[in-house]
């Protein structure tokens, strides 16, 4: 294998507590010659002794921007707005190939430095399925906060907890009331994440997939009290509500979680919304009467961090070790070039070692 430097950094966005590599899978990297430096950081769920331990190089917060050229970048959300020109090979979750909001200035950044992105959502098998995920752990979180808000117990603001005490609080009492719950996407990881948390509610929720929403029944989905929606679609489908469909006089919906959150795509299944929810603000009224309550929060396994870290690690590692061009991470650099041609910013520049 190439001598690989990975170079793990700190993540901007102030909730973000997960991390793509845990310090036991850090040993794990080091002990097979990769060069691993990691960057201090306040709000990741491990220390950095835990990392330095593990045979890692420790590095200030943000110095990724001076790392070596060859120096392979690692996170997972969206990178600060400097420096304008991208030199390095990234990886993290890009969201800048379905015409989402900034995605041309992302893939201009690269251009402009000569860099590459390997999008974290592109590194699929040959068949074209991921092969690291957060999706159960935002299903079940997404489920949580659901039935959390339905029954009256969501507090904010949101903060990191663990699966042992948000079971706790997802334990039915003897004073809630039966709900009709749905789950679409059903049979994904996020599905089958949501499904385990109703699971843990006391609540079996009505479960839909591919077969369902093919000719979906709108009037039978408005018919379930509380909806998560966990579908990820990759090409145009009818959407799922619409704005008529909340304003429907026999609306028994009450609470609707977008686990997949693709608000701006044109793929977006759910455009009846226009912006986000937050750790701070995780509901927004969509109706008033009768109620309907949405939430869409774009990170939410960063609330469950060390167990959503944990096997989002143990997913990656073996690929961290192959790291190339080749396979898996080759495709995932196809994609980048395919997306950034059709913003007309390839020209044949960018790091292919």
């Given at each position: 294998m190439?001598?690989?430097h990975?170079w793990?950094?700190?993540?901007?966005?102030?909730t973000?507590?997960?991390t793509?590599?845990?310090?036991?899978?850090?040993?794990?990297?080091?002990?097979?010659g990769?060069e691993l430096?990691?960057?201090?950081?306040p709000q990741?769920?491990?220390?950095?002794?835990e990392?330095?331990?593990?045979?890692c190089?420790?590095?200030p917060a943000?110095?990724?921007v001076?790392?070596?050229r060859d120096?392979?970048?690692?996170?997972?959300?969206?990178?600060?707005d400097d420096p304008?020109g991208l030199?390095?090979?990234?990886?993290?979750?890009?969201h800048?190939?379905?015409?989402?909001p900034?995605a041309?200035?992302?893939?201009?950044?690269?251009a402009a430095?000569?860099?590459?992105?390997?999008?974290?959502?592109y590194?699929v098998?040959?068949?074209?399925?991921?092969?690291?995920?957060?999706?159960f752990?935002?299903?079940?979180?997404g489920?949580?906060l659901a039935?959390l808000r339905?029954?009256g117990?969501?507090?904010a603001?949101?903060?990191?907890?663990t699966k042992?005490?948000?079971?706790?609080t997802?334990?039915?009492e003897?004073?809630?009331?039966?709900?009709a719950?749905?789950?679409?996407?059903a049979l994904?990881?996020?599905?089958?994440g949501a499904?385990?948390a109703?699971a843990?509610?006391g609540a079996?929720?009505?479960?839909?997939?591919?077969?369902?929403t093919r000719?979906?029944?709108r009037?039978?989905?408005?018919?379930?009290?509380?909806?998560?929606n966990?579908v990820l679609?990759?090409?145009?489908?009818?959407?799922?509500?619409?704005?008529?469909?909340l304003d429907?006089?026999?609306?028994?919906?009450?609470?609707?979680?977008?686990?997949?959150?693709d608000?701006?795509?044109?793929l977006?299944v759910?455009?009846?919304?226009?912006?986000?929810?937050?750790w701070?603000?995780p509901?927004?009224?969509?109706?008033?009467?009768?109620?309907l309550?949405?939430?869409?929060?774009d990170?939410?396994?960063?609330l469950?961090?060390l167990?959503?870290?944990?096997?989002?690690s143990?997913?990656l590692?073996?690929?961290?070790?192959?790291?190339?061009?080749?396979?898996?991470?080759?495709?995932?650099l196809?994609?980048?070039r395919e997306?950034?041609?059709?913003?007309?910013?390839?020209k044949?520049e960018?790091?292919?070692h």
């Amino acid at each position: 294998m190439t001598e690989l430097h990975l170079w793990l950094r700190h993540e901007a966005r102030t909730t973000e507590r997960r991390t793509p590599i845990v310090p036991d899978d850090a040993r794990r990297l080091v002990g097979h010659g990769v060069e691993l430096t990691v960057e201090e950081s306040p709000q990741r769920v491990f220390s950095i002794e835990e990392y330095e331990a593990a045979g890692c190089r420790v590095a200030p917060a943000g110095s990724w921007v001076t790392a070596p050229r060859d120096a392979v970048v690692l996170g997972l959300k969206e990178l600060p707005d400097d420096p304008a020109g991208l030199t390095h090979r990234h990886i993290f979750f890009g969201h800048a190939y379905k015409g989402q909001p900034g995605a041309a200035d992302l893939l201009g950044r690269f251009a402009a430095g000569g860099g590459a992105l390997f999008d974290l959502e592109y590194l699929v098998d040959d068949t074209g399925r991921r092969l690291a995920a957060f999706g159960f752990w935002a299903g079940y979180l997404g489920a949580a906060l659901a039935v959390l808000r339905h029954r009256g117990r969501l507090r904010a603001p949101l903060t990191p907890t663990t699966k042992e005490d948000l079971d706790e609080t997802l334990k039915p009492e003897a004073t809630d009331a039966e709900f009709a719950g749905l789950v679409i996407g059903a049979l994904g990881r996020s599905g089958r994440g949501a499904r385990a948390a109703f699971a843990t509610a006391g609540a079996d929720p009505t479960c839909w997939d591919l077969a369902e929403t093919r000719d979906l029944d709108r009037a039978a989905l408005l018919r379930h009290d509380v909806m998560v929606n966990a579908v990820l679609a990759t090409s145009p489908v009818p959407p799922f509500l619409r704005a008529q469909d909340l304003d429907a006089p026999d609306r028994r919906l009450r609470t609707l979680c977008d686990v997949t959150c693709d608000v701006g795509s044109p793929l977006n299944v759910l455009p009846v919304y226009d912006e986000t929810t937050s750790w701070d603000v995780p509901v927004r009224r969509l109706r008033d009467e009768p109620p309907l309550d949405l939430i869409a929060i774009d990170n939410l396994p960063s609330l469950l961090p060390l167990e959503s870290s944990t096997d989002f690690s143990a997913a990656l590692l073996p690929h961290l070790i192959d790291f190339g061009v080749s396979g898996a991470w080759g495709r995932c650099l196809d994609r980048f070039r395919e997306a950034s041609r059709a913003h007309g910013l390839d020209k044949g520049e960018f790091l292919d070692h």
